[in-house]
């Protein structure tokens, strides 16, 4: 068994309750490891891991010369090969060229990837200039939610695997994690209830099922936060200096946190204006 990233946490439904363990459930991308093996060909050592701090901490070495560090390749079995200085650079670089400004986009039926692929990494919503080529695919995604469209993307020099989809009218890419990443150990499949247990928790499940209201999933803490500012005398406000020059207007944005919070906070059991929280928040950026 993996380690777990969580143990003893209890999810429950109504009665129904079970303590569970969480596991982390994509593998962790191998970074780039840099080694020293010393600083000439007269001075050698073992292959030693270079940290922050970019110092061979072997004794007598301290070598701190990046151009004589090697990148190393990780063989799965703690250990690694020693590559020369660019090599990893130019695969990566190779890799990503035909995915960093062009997207293809590859349909595939949605069970397919769901079984196959989990969500990953970063989230990211779409503008287009208008054109019939985007209403077609924006047209595609909404009236096809059996398929789910896949597109290969480098945005920092690595081709990293997205799903497009609407939320709403815009069009996402959320990252997913590649098969071969997913370290999900299938679970013994559930045992099957008998058909009155079954009954019970259809009716449970029916009697509670209600539409999704936003205001339930408020973060407490973001709610507390804006209580607690608006609790503090003037005399405490300062503004922030920023070394940004030449601020530029930002084009609105539906900050749907920002104003929920700030609906929250006009109904507030005093009654006192509360929305220097979202006014903080948007000079600030
Ligand atoms: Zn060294």
């Known amino acids: 068994m993996p380690r777990a990233y969580r143990t003893k946490i209890t999810v429950s439904l109504a009665l129904a309750s079970a303590q569970v363990n969480v596991y982390t459930a994509i593998e962790k991308e191998a970074g780039n490891t840099i080694v020293c093996t010393g600083k000439d060909e007269q001075h050698t050592h073992v292959a030693t891991q270079i940290k922050q701090t970019r110092v061979c901490p072997v004794p007598d070495c301290e070598n701190s010369d990046?151009?004589?560090?090697?990148?190393?390749?990780?063989?799965?079995?703690?250990?690694?090969?020693?590559?020369?200085?660019?090599?990893?650079?130019?695969?990566?670089?190779?890799?990503?060229?035909?995915?960093?400004?062009?997207?293809?986009?590859?349909?595939?039926?949605?069970?397919?990837?769901?079984?196959?692929?989990?969500?990953?990494?970063?989230?990211?919503?779409?503008?287009?200039?208008?054109?019939?080529?985007?209403?077609?695919?924006?047209?595609?995604?909404?009236?096809?939610?059996e398929v789910a469209f896949l597109?290969?993307?480098?945005?920092?020099?690595?081709?990293?695997?997205?799903?497009?989809?609407?939320?709403?009218?815009?069009?996402?890419?959320?990252?997913?994690?590649?098969?071969?990443?997913?370290?999900?150990?299938?679970?013994?499949?559930?045992?099957?209830?008998d058909a009155f247990t079954q009954s019970q928790m259809d009716m449970l499940?029916?009697?509670?099922?209600?539409?999704?209201?936003?205001?339930?999933?408020?973060?407490?803490?973001?709610?507390?936060?804006?209580?607690?500012?608006?609790?503090k005398s003037p005399e405490e406000t300062v503004v922030l200096s920023t070394s940004k020059s030449g601020t530029k207007e930002a084009a609105p944005v539906a900050d749907f946190t920002a104003s929920l919070a700030a609906s929250l906070a006009a109904v507030g059991e005093d009654g006192k204006p509360k929305a220097r929280k979202a006014k903080t928040k948007k000079e600030a950026a």
């Open 66 to 145: 990046p151009a004589t560090f090697r990148s190393v390749a990780p063989t799965g079995d703690g250990g690694g090969v020693l590559l020369d200085a660019g090599e990893r650079e130019a695969i990566k670089k190779a890799a990503a060229e035909a995915t960093k400004d062009r997207i293809a986009l590859t349909p595939h039926p949605v069970e397919n990837v769901r079984s196959s692929t989990i969500p990953s990494g970063s989230v990211y919503w779409l503008s287009a200039q208008p054109s019939i080529g985007w209403d077609h695919l924006v047209d595609a995604m909404a009236r096809h939610p």
């Open 151 to 193: 597109g290969t993307w480098s945005p920092q020099g690595k081709p990293n695997l997205y799903e497009f989809r609407m939320f709403g009218t815009t069009m996402l890419m959320v990252q997913v994690a590649r098969t071969e990443a997913i370290k999900v150990e299938a679970q013994p499949a559930p045992t099957l209830l």
């Open 205 to 231: 499940v029916a009697g509670t099922t209600k539409d999704y209201d936003p205001a339930v999933y408020v973060s407490e803490f973001e709610t507390k936060m804006a209580e607690l500012v608006a609790s």
